[in-house]
């Protein structure tokens, strides 16, 4: 694999933690780095480095020598505007100026949310296409719109290579009946990854970050460009999980689940 190491922002994170032990495993020299302690063992190879990304200086020195950057950093749920202010915009834009200066890549971990208000497939209807409008359905989803724009800019305007990961629901397992379309398997988020820091050439990209999900919200996008198939699927837990549902018709109705039903105030 690539030698250079590899800078992952929000290692300390449900899937920062898992990148980092697949990573390490495949033989990538990781720098890790989290506002919250690592709370495992270092991997082999693996520094830590506790930085806010509201730091842009100390962001720019972890950045330094590296290949790639994979951005987890951030809040990563639904918060209010001012909390997700500094880490998500501030913060990104941290990122993108260190990824110039040292000619690496970014690898940004993009969410559903940030297309959340599109409305979900039934039947038979053509799914959603990466290059859809944005619909975000939260500031947090609104953060991700800015940051995979933020992304295309630094693409036109300086030849950063970038790819847009909109994860739909990574956990263990999938555990309603929205997540047998979401699901992403740690498994297929790890070989993702790996598959970017390979590739060639990436430009701007967005890729839908789902497993091979028989259920599933989305259709075509640019994963020819890393060469990633998914390969795990939701399917297996079909009966486990397929009649849980929220109970919300809004939340029901639309992709984003859960965050689009928050303080929903609409009337008609
Ligand atoms: C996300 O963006 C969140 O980080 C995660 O906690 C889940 O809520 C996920 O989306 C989802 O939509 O299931």
């Known amino acids: 694999p690539q030698q250079k190491p590899i800078l992952l922002t929000g290692a300390s994170g ?6 980092a032990r697949e990573l390490a495993a495949q033989g990538y020299t990781l720098r890790l780095t989290d506002l919250t302690p690592f ?54 834009y941290h990122v993108y100026e260190a990824a110039r200066r040292e000619g690496a890549r970014v690898l940004f971990a993009s969410s ?28 947090y989803g609104l953060s991700k719109a800015y940051g995979e724009l933020m ?3 630094y693409w036109d305007k300086h030849g950063v290579e970038n790819l847009n990961v909109r994860i739909g629901s990574s956990f263990p397992e999938p555990i309603d009946a929205r997540m047998l379309s979401t699901w992403l398997s740690f498994q297929d988020l790890a070989r993702l990854c790996a598959a970017f820091i390979e590739a060639p050439k990436v430009g701007h990209a967005v890729v839908w970050g789902a497993s091979k999900n028989a259920t ?6 640019h994963r020819d460009r890393i060469g990633w198939e998914p390969q795990d699927s939701s399917d297996a837990f079909q ?22 039903g928050n303080s929903y105030s609409r009337s008609q």
């Open 112 to 139: 559903n949310h940030s297309i959340g208000f599109h409305e979900r497939p039934t039947g038979n209807e053509a799914k959603l296409d990466a290059d859809c409008a944005f619909r975000p359905d939260s500031f």
């Open 216 to 221: 599933t919200f989305w259709g075509a996008d």
């Open 14 to 19: 449900n899937l920062g933690r898992v990148l």
């Open 151 to 153: 992304g295309r800019l």
């Open 39 to 92: 709370p495992d063992d270092l991997p082999p190879g693996a520094t830590f480095t506790k930085a806010d990304l509201n730091d842009g200086v100390t962001i720019l020195q972890l950045a330094e020598g590296c290949h790639s950057i994979l951005h987890f950093g951030g809040a990563s749920v639904d918060l209010p505007f001012e909390v997700v202010l500094g880490p998500n915009l501030r913060g990104m």
């Open 239 to 260: 009966d486990k999980v397929g009649n849980i549902f929220s109970g919300n018709p809004v939340v029901e109705r639309y992709q984003g689940g859960g965050y689009t």
